[in-house]
């Protein structure tokens, strides 16, 4: 999946040792664009980060995968990124909603005479 948001948090980076060696993750937090925004919390595991743009107000296209896991009876959703990048090459906004040539062209069912029925 891939998302485009604007970069409003970088959360602390978190260390550990797993049975597999050492990890490193580093979640952070996008907004996303429209008349209602949502925030969405990332992870990008391992030296994936680039902290180059990881700054806040940057937008982003982040392609990630989802993963959710059960543990206790809970379950629990990832966003795991898998490519994070600067979205058109710069920072100016780019519009993530649907554009003119998106809306296709109205089909007019009405019109004509009333008695073409089709059967």
């Given at each position: 999946m891939e ?8 959360l602390?980076?978190q ?13 952070i ?5 429209g008349m209602?925004p ?8 391992g030296?994936?980060a680039?902290?180059?743009i990881?700054?806040e107000?940057?937008l982003?296209?982040?392609s990630f995968?989802?993963?959710?896991r059960?543990y206790?009876?809970n379950w629990y959703?990832d966003?795991r ?9 710069n920072?100016?906004?780019?519009s993530?909603?649907f554009?003119?040539?998106d ?8 019109g004509?005479?009333e008695?073409?029925l089709?059967f």
């Amino acid at each position: 999946m891939e998302l485009t948001a604007k970069l409003i948090q970088v959360l602390p980076p978190q260390t550990g040792m797993g049975k597999n060696g050492e990890w490193k993750r580093q979640n952070i937090i996008l907004e996303t664009d429209g008349m209602y925004p949502k925030k969405v919390c990332v992870t990008i595991w391992g030296n994936k980060a680039d902290e180059s743009i990881l700054k806040e107000g940057n937008l982003l296209n982040v392609s990630f995968d989802v993963e959710s896991r059960e543990y206790n009876s809970n379950w629990y959703t990832d966003l795991r990124a898998w490519k994070v990048e600067l979205a058109g090459g710069n920072n100016v906004p780019a519009s993530t909603g649907f554009s003119a040539a998106d809306d296709p062209t109205p089909v007019d069912f009405g019109g004509g005479n009333e008695d073409d029925l089709p059967f």
